[in-house]
């Protein structure tokens, strides 16, 4: 089955740039999302079709996909961005998830 | 307001059966796909299928074939997640979600506890 790997921790300065992967085979013939999820809440669609942004999701997220990786990219990472982070593709017909990652911002 | 309203937290005893509901409002419940997913206490999420609200179609994750059936009442605009043969490694939070070539929107989850 297909899997999606991701790093379990990342570790940000404020202000900083933050960097989350989501690996997999052949990952950049994909479309991949990203979701954030905080402590208690639902998950939150911050990254759609590798690189497009939901209204409302700031500008400091982005994201990319090329290859076997696809990369959410948060500029200027803020402490309400605290969270861990999610990445989903489709593998024939069904849903993947990566394992997710918790980003500190310290 | 576009949303979903998931049905309350279940405790269930090991071998039982769980359903539980996800009512959509503020959009066109037969025009966007419904999917389940469900996160174990300090896990991941993890899919489970998803239902055509429009057809009653259904796909599930192969994890899950023959222990859960997803149906809908589109008078009511409710979409169901039943899940069988409960075991204590089921004791998670599940999600419906629509799908709007991503996971747009999302219900505020359902608890469910398996435990004898």
């Known amino acids: 089955s297909y899997e999606l790997t991701q790093p379990p921790s990342v570790s940000v300065s404020p202000g900083q740039t933050a960097s989350i992967t989501c690996s997999g085979d052949?990952?950049?013939?994909?479309?991949v999302c990203w979701y954030l999820q905080k402590p208690g809440q639902s998950p939150l669609l911050v990254i759609y079709q590798g690189s497009k942004r939901p209204s409302g999701i700031p500008e400091r997220f982005s994201g990319s996909n090329s290859g076997n990786t696809a990369t959410l990219t948060i500029s200027g990472t803020q402490a309400m961005d605290e969270a861990d982070y999610f990445c989903q593709a489709w593998d024939s017909s069904t849903v993947v998830f990566g394992g997710g990652t918790n980003l500190t911002v310290l | 307001q576009v949303q979903l309203v998931q049905s309350g937290a279940e405790v269930k005893n090991p071998g039982a059966s769980v359903k539980v509901s996800c009512k959509a409002s503020g959009f066109t419940f037969t025009g966007y796909y419904l999917h389940w997913v469900r996160q174990a206490p300090g896990q991941g999420l993890e899919w489970m299928g998803r239902?055509?609200?429009?057809?009653?179609?259904?796909d599930y994750a192969q994890k899950f074939q023959g222990r859960v059936t997803m149906t809908r009442d589109t008078s009511i605009s409710t979409a169901y997640m039943e899940l069988s043969r409960l075991r204590s490694d089921d004791t998670a939070v599940y999600y419906c979600?629509?799908?709007?070539?991503?996971?747009?929107?999302w219900g505020q989850g359902t608890m469910v506890t398996v435990s004898s």
């Open positions: 239902i055509n609200p429009n057809s009653g179609g259904t």
């Open positions: 979600t629509r799908d709007q070539t991503a996971f747009d929107i």
């Open positions: 052949k990952l950049g013939d994909k479309y």
